[in-house]
């Protein structure tokens, strides 16, 4: 998709990262998501592990497992959520940490839900994320 280094990290910049070669931006809103991030949907961007380097004073954020497959990131400072990483080689990073988050590759190509919003509902979260001009395809893709 890109060639960017991307940047980005929590709140305190205690955890930061830089990584390349985006790929697979989705949104979730299953109750994982939606208790790390304490947000309705989480926008994620994932990488190669090899592609990701955390370059901040704090080195790797805190992990928490949340399922067989996969431990949530976490600033042990300021508490921010920052990604999940997967035992397979695979860091997703939450795009709300992005230094900047406006590029193509933050734009969702689709929303893994699992669990029930209505339809109602689940249009308007992406309007919401529409009016952060991140996603206008998602909207056209889900009408
Ligand atoms: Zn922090
Ligand atoms: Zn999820």
Redesign the pocket.
């Known amino acids: 998709m890109t060639t960017e280094i991307i940047t980005g990290g929590?709140?305190?910049?205690?955890?930061r990262y830089c990584a390349q070669h985006p790929r697979d931006p989705h949104t979730c809103s299953c109750s994982m998501c939606r208790k790390h991030t304490g947000a309705l949907t989480a926008l994620w961007v994932e990488f190669d592990s090899k592609n990701v380097t955390w370059n901040g004073e704090g080195g790797m954020p805190s992990l928490f497992r949340s399922s067989e497959n996969t431990r949530r990131a976490f600033?042990p400072?300021?508490g921010?959520s920052v990604g999940a990483v997967d035992d397979a080689p695979v860091i997703a990073l939450l795009a709300g940490g992005f230094d900047n988050p406006g590029r193509d590759y933050c734009i969702p190509e689709y929303h893994s839900l699992r669990m029930s919003y209505r339809r109602g509902q689940l249009i308007r979260r992406i309007m919401t994320l529409t009016d952060c001009g991140l996603s206008p395809a998602c909207v056209v893709a889900d009408a």
């Open positions: 929590c709140l305190c910049g205690h955890i600033c400072q300021c921010s």
